[in-house]
């Protein structure tokens, strides 16, 4: 655990150069197996290969990654997800998932978006992850971050991995603004924040950033202005976003058959009610399901220590119930710390960007003086 606290600005060491070696390796597994020529509709593919990455005292030397191509009405291809799974069993007794001592096999997903109505070959999609070098080396030290903070860590409790659930798959009515906001909840989750700067120090070193080139980098990087959003964002500011989408809540509302209110103020306060319904009730959905192992607790409810668990758990999810508008405003608040949180945090990436040719001449120049002063 000391060995994690330890890494320099949350970047382990190794973590980039085995991303990049995963990187190579995914090239040349799917040119050499490929797909199943022409690709006219959804495919999944599975490559597993023996690998010899190493983060800090992490080993992976086994790898299946599962490669996804969807089509959808989009006009190129993109990339769309990405994703780390690891084995693990529930301990009903801690309410922790305790992650298996498995450690040297890991398992990836990528997806990518095909145009409709197109064929494809695997030549088409290796020229895509060519080109999208840097966005998928990131991605894969994205994912590589994970799996080093669940080796390191060992467990993950019942309650965060409901919450991070809950954040990913809420669809938010389908409103632009809700499912922006849900998009920063996501973000702001453990799971994520901790990965972040490693996606980035990957992206400086794709770069090959410097130090005196890193503010420039850092104020254009994504990430980095996701984190200074959230850090600005304010309970005003998300009202207004929603009252951009009101045609679309209107409209929601008739085809749902509830009552459009007169001001704009009681819709905006109805549709922060169902919302927070709707986001609590998939909690719980996904709680039970997780607390559920067998047949018997699926016909008869929750017993004994899970149902105890499951209603105090209840309790804390839907402690905003008298006033949803609350939930939004706490976690606005929410999203403001961990915001200027890793914008303090990426700053001190600084550290790790390349010395400037110059400055390193400088250095040098000065150490050999003190060097043949001493002699």
């Known amino acids: 655990m000391k060995k994690f606290l330890d890494e320099a600005v949350g970047v ?15 090239i040349n597994q799917i040119g050499t197996k490929g797909f199943d020529e022409p690709i006219t509709q959804d495919v999944k593919e599975q490559f597993k290969f023996n690998t010899n990455i190493k983060i800090v005292n992490l080993n992976i030397v086994s790898v299946d990654l599962n490669v996804y191509l969807e089509f959808h009405d989009v006009d190129k291809i993109f990339f769309t997800q990405a994703g780390f799974a690891s084995q693990t069993n529930i301990d009903y ?19 990518f978006a095909l145009p409709e109505g197109k ?13 999208n070098e840097e966005e998928t080396v990131s991605t894969l030290a994205h994912e590589l971050k994970h799996a080093y903070d669940e080796y390191v860590l060992g467990y993950e409790t019942i309650t965060d991995r409901v919450n991070y659930a809950s954040i990913t798959k809420f669809h938010g009515f389908g409103l632009p603004s809700i499912r922006n906001f849900f998009h920063y909840l996501y973000l702001a989750t453990n799971a994520e924040i901790v990965v972040k700067p490693t996606e980035i120090a990957s992206r400086m070193e794709h ?16 990430t980095y202005n996701e984190f200074k959003y959230m850090s600005e964002i304010t309970f005003e500011k998300f009202y207004q976003e929603i009252l951009e989408d009101e045609d679309r809540i209107i409209h929601l509302f008739e085809r749902s058959n509830i009552e459009v209110p007169e001001s704009t103020t009681e819709l905006i306060n109805n549709l922060f009610n169902y919302l927070y319904v709707e986001f609590i009730n998939n909690k719980l959905d996904i709680l039970k399901d997780i607390l559920t192992e067998n047949i018997s607790e699926h016909i008869l409810g929750l017993q004994g220590p899970k149902h105890e668990y499951f209603v105090r758990t209840m309790k804390k999810f839907t402690k905003y119930k008298n006033n949803p508008e609350d939930f939004f405003n706490n976690e606005i608040k929410y999203l403001n710390f961990i915001g200027n949180k890793m914008l303090k945090r990426l700053s001190k990436l600084y550290s790790i960007a390349n010395e400037d040719f110059k400055e390193s001449n400088i250095i040098n120049k000065i150490n050999n003086k003190v060097n043949h002063g001493k002699r």
Request: zero cysteines; proline letters at 2%; a positive charge.
């Open 93 to 111: 007794g801690e309410f922790k998932f305790i992650k298996n001592n498995n450690v040297g096999f890991s398992e990836f997903k990528l997806k």
């Open 119 to 131: 064929e494809f070959t695997t030549d088409d999609i290796l020229n895509f992850i060519a080109l």
């Open 12 to 26: 382990p060491e190794g973590i980039i150069d085995s991303a990049k070696k995963l990187y190579a390796q995914v």
């Open 207 to 222: 770069n090959q950033i410097n130090k005196k080139e890193f503010l420039s980098f850092l104020l254009k990087d994504k």
